[in-house]
């Protein structure tokens, strides 16, 4: 038998490193975890302090420049590769009147949440889709887009993308357009407006796809489906009233890669701590409020944005006696279902 001190300087050690190979016994407990260990950290990018930052490119760096002029929201865990959750990335763009981002495409999944200004337009796959507050726009891997703005002020949305997990696959791919803006090729907003009615959907696209066949999610039908909700629903223990955005093809998540959700707390809501394998970003469409992660405790306030790592134990509460709060999220639910490792609990609080 081997005594440890031994090993330390036993040469087989670096014998089999010059060969390419290496101890197990000594990595087992990295790789084998008792529970998932997030290299991402629980935390709150501040809306209205990097707002001004985000105006400031906006007058020193042209779209020539800058292809897309939009502030990474890098978690502190993840920087390199940049992430802002384990296979997710959260970024806050701007565009201003006049200017178009020009038309690419990238294997990656990619969607936007609109924050703040009106007259913009995202055109995917040869659909304008007109963006207002409030509103989900999807952009399915490999699929056209560019984005310009006629209005007035500036356009701010979230953008989300699953590249992280992409580049991990090593499956990432990407092209320019032949030119600067792709030239509509449908109806504005079609698929939007052919897809609204839910029970009675066209049946002629034999496609199916798990990407869904929606553009814009508009706000309007978010607050008509909340409107919707009985007065006494009691929603889930730990999100409140919780409504998904669906693939109408499947009812699943907009998207193979991500699902999206907006979820109402009402006043005095203090949700079950619970954890998820998933990981999860959360954006303060409005009201304000805090959330423990893991026993520390963050305050959220309108707009800001939140990296919650996969496993945290988390409790959202609304302590407003009077006002909701609205969160839009979105999460990695969709790969770890579907590769069969998803867990989710109710749990006690540590410490
Ligand atoms: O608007 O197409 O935040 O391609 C990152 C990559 C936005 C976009 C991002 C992108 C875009």
Redesign the pocket.
Known sequence: MTTSTEAETDPAYAAIEDLGAAPLWRYYGNLFPAEPRSAAVPYVWRYHALRPHLLHFAETLSLEEAE?R?LMLINPGMSDPPATVNSLYA?I?VILPGET?QA?R?AAN?FRFVIEGDGAYTTVDGERLHMRPGDLLL?PGWHW?D?YHEGDGPMIWL?A?DYPLVNALEAGFFELFECRSQRPVVPDNISSRQFVHGHLVPAWDIARSEVSPIGNYPWAQTERAFDAIAEDAEGSQVDGIVLEYTNPWTGGPVMPTMSCRVQRLPPGFRGAAFRRTASSVLHVVRGSGTILIDDERYDWHDRDVIAVPGWAICELRNPSATEDAILFSFSNEPVLRALGLYREELTERQG
Do not use: C, M
Request: charged share 15%.
């Open positions: 897309r939009v970024g763009q981002a690419h990238h990619a952009t887009h984005h953008d993308l």
